[in-house]
């Protein structure tokens, strides 16, 4: 389940040439066009057919651009930019092989400029990885990393290396070492890094060595919400269910649309308290942000508290501003329930209860804001763009105030 294939493709295509562009020009690209000397022969410059090749990736055919640079190889052996471009759109076609045969040869050569071969050994690095070579990545960039060449994004390989190893050690290391060339703060992925150690040292049972690494989260991101998730379920593990609400609340303050993920445990905290303001503490929490689950637990206590016509009441109201199908499939369930329907009207009802259960089992319940990936669970590191934090539980979309009043009007 994704979305932006051609999305995808596209901006493939724009970091190529953006990353091909530099790397033109610093191998004297430019010069060699105003200075036609021995040199230029190692250079695109003078050739339309680069433009053109380059033209192809604007229009993303890159079938196209690779035939071109194709025949500019073959014409010209030496052209270390067609060389580098031919690597880079095998590797994006699938065909680390030929990637990086290509980027060995020109690796082989004596007469790179330091800064072509920094290039042509980051792009063998990104060969490696994706023929599923981590060990060989890893060893080229951490010597690009110290040589200083191309070093942030040898620095950003090896921590996608490390990510997908899950060695989030070495992750930790490496964003100290990449902080002082990054231009984003790194601040939130440090923080998930100490999370998963958190994690890692609950599940070998080393509490002490968890609350170490969230206090570390929260220093260094001090509105990461995963960190107060986590305190809070093991805070309730212990048996502390004060300190464990104070940091379920925390987390409706932090990040209210992860209220959801805690909402179980607040209940459980509530109810062995001993408290009698579920109600209050659910309608002030579905208050502050729309949230399917929030109204289903609140509509829940108020069915058992004071009978259906409320529970209804709040289904309603919620759904009279949210589209949300678990919220229309419980107010159908209630509907159902009450209702003395004849046999027809009861199977129509029936009907159009059950179109709502199916498709409620297709409604993703988590979204990436960055790329759109959505999922039936939650990943604090979206799988399909790799960032951090973006995957979140999915907001009912708002139906807009006027249509409301239009049909409060018509009611
Ligand atoms: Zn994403």
């Known amino acids: 389940m994704r979305a932006g294939g051609r999305g995808a493709a596209v901006s493939g295509a724009l970091l190529l040439l953006f990353l091909l562009l530099p790397v033109a020009a610093a191998s004297g690209w430019w010069l060699a066009r105003r200075d036609p000397g021995p040199k230029a022969r ?28 194709l025949k500019l190889a073959a014409v010209d052996g030496e052209t270390v930019e067609t060389h580098l471009a031919l690597g880079s ?13 290509i980027h060995q040869n020109l690796i082989a050569r004596d007469n790179l400029s330091a800064e072509q071969r920094g290039y ?3 792009e063998l690095g990104q060969d490696y990885m994706r023929a599923g070579l981590l060990d060989r990545a890893e060893i080229l960039f951490q010597e690009l990393a110290e040589i200083g060449l191309q070093r942030e994004r040898a620095l950003r390989g090896l921590l996608d290396i490390y990510q997908q190893e899950r060695d989030w050690g070495q992750c930790l290391e490496v964003a100290e070492r990449l902080k002082p ?27 002490d060595a968890a609350r170490r690494a969230l206090a570390r989260a929260q220093d260094v991101d001090p509105h990461c919400v995963r960190a107060a998730i986590i305190e809070g379920q093991m805070a309730l593990a212990d048996g502390d269910r004060e300190a464990a609400l104070a940091l379920f609340l925390r987390v409706a303050d932090q990040g209210a649309r992860y209220v959801p993920e805690v909402l179980p445990g607040l209940m459980q905290a509530l109810e062995e308290l001993g408290r009698t303001d579920l109600i209050a503490v659910l309608a002030g929490l579905a208050a502050r942000e729309p949230s399917g689950p929030v109204v289903l637990a609140l509509s829940e206590a108020q069915l058992q508290e004071s009978g259906p016509a409320a529970a209804k009441a709040t289904l309603t109201g919620y759904l009279a501003r949210n589209v949300d199908l678990a919220a229309l499939e419980r107010l159908l369930d209630l509907q159902a329930r009450a209702a003395a329907l004849g046999a027809e009207a009861a199977y129509r009802a029936g009907v159009v209860h059950g179109v709502v259960r199916h498709l409620l089992t297709r409604q993703p319940v988590y979204q990436c804001d960055h790329c759109g990936f959505s999922a039936r669970a939650l990943h604090w590191q979206c799988p399909s763009c790799k960032r951090w934090g973006t995957v979140q539980p999915v907001q009912p979309e708002r139906i807009p105030g006027d249509e409301v009043l239009r049909e409060r009007r018509l009611a």
Do not use: H, W
Request: net charge negative; charged share 35%.
């Open 120 to 122: 042509a050994l980051f």
């Open 181 to 207: 060339f990054s231009e984003r703060p790194l601040a939130a992925e440090i923080a998930q890094y100490q999370c998963e150690l958190a994690e890692e040292a609950r599940r070998r049972a080393d509490p």
């Open 89 to 101: 759109l095998f590797r994006r076609r699938g065909e680390a092989d030929r990637a990086i045969r």
């Open 42 to 69: 190692s250079t695109p410059g003078a050739d339309p057919d680069f433009f053109r090749g380059i033209n192809y990736l604007l229009d993303e055919q890159p079938d196209k651009a690779i035939d071109v640079f």
